[in-house]
């Protein structure tokens, strides 16, 4: 049973770089949310994806977007990047459809970014 | 807004001590997780707890979510330096269009041999 994967691992990237992130979820799960941790921080809430559509979005500027494709995958994209922007990003799936199903989330092992 | 406070923030103890660790909130959630997370590494998914007053056991860990649900705390009896960790607590609120988990910042355990 296939886990949550992210590509790539760690990447360096410059301040005004773009940058994409990708994300398979796990076997199954058809729901993927994006998640930033800052180092010795909890992950925050970024967006999250279902059936293709962006369906709540945490405080984060516009620069953030995202995509998911009929197979579920997803990336985030971040524009313009700046100092700030480095941290873990963690994408993590679940499946709609039970009760608790939404709440109950996996994450993937993070790309590390770092903005110079 | 929903804020998850975390203690200790750090804790350092030696193998086959107990320990407990504190997850409270001014907010009522639908559910709530446990996360242990290592450096450089996601969190991995421990337990989901859903009932108010619910205490799930997992080995040595023993999680309780509070009779209200705003609160949640992790046991751990006889810690051993495989426990050494980012410890994550996290909030959901079902229903509604919020889909979010909140965290809080983490408890860093470090279990000395």
């Known amino acids: 049973d296939a886990g949550v994967t992210q590509s790539p691992t760690h990447l360096i990237k410059t301040r005004g770089q773009q940058v994409t992130l990708r994300c398979s979820p796990k076997?199954?799960?058809?729901?993927v949310s994006w998640y930033q941790q800052a180092l010795g921080q909890g992950p925050q809430f970024i967006f999250q994806y279902y059936e293709e559509e962006e369906r709540q979005r945490g405080n984060f500027p516009d620069r953030f977007s995202g995509h998911q494709f009929p197979n579920y995958s997803s990336e985030l994209n971040v524009n313009a990047l700046l100092l700030g922007d480095s941290a873990l990003y963690l994408c993590?799936?679940?499946?709609?459809?039970?009760?608790?199903?939404?709440?109950?989330?996996?994450f993937g092992p993070g790309t590390r970014l770092t903005v110079l | 807004t929903q804020l998850l406070e975390q203690s200790p923030q750090f804790l350092s103890i030696q193998e086959g001590e107990n320990l407990t660790v504190y997850c409270n909130s001014s907010s009522v959630f639908s559910s709530l997780q446990w996360y242990r997370q290592e450096p450089g590494e996601g969190p991995v998914l421990l337990v989901t707890?859903?009932?108010?007053?619910e205490v799930k056991k997992l080995k040595r860990l023993t999680f309780q979510f509070g009779d209200a649900r705003k609160d949640s705390s992790l046991h751990i009896t006889a810690a051993q330096p495989g426990d050494t960790g980012l410890y994550l607590c996290a909030g959901a609120v079902s229903g509604g269009s919020n889909y979010k988990l909140t965290f809080g910042k983490g408890t860093l355990l470090t279990v000395n041999p």
């Open positions: 993590a799936s679940s499946l709609e459809g039970t009760e608790t199903s939404t709440d109950t989330q996996y």
């Open positions: 707890v859903v009932t108010g007053g």
């Open positions: 076997s199954g799960h058809d729901t």
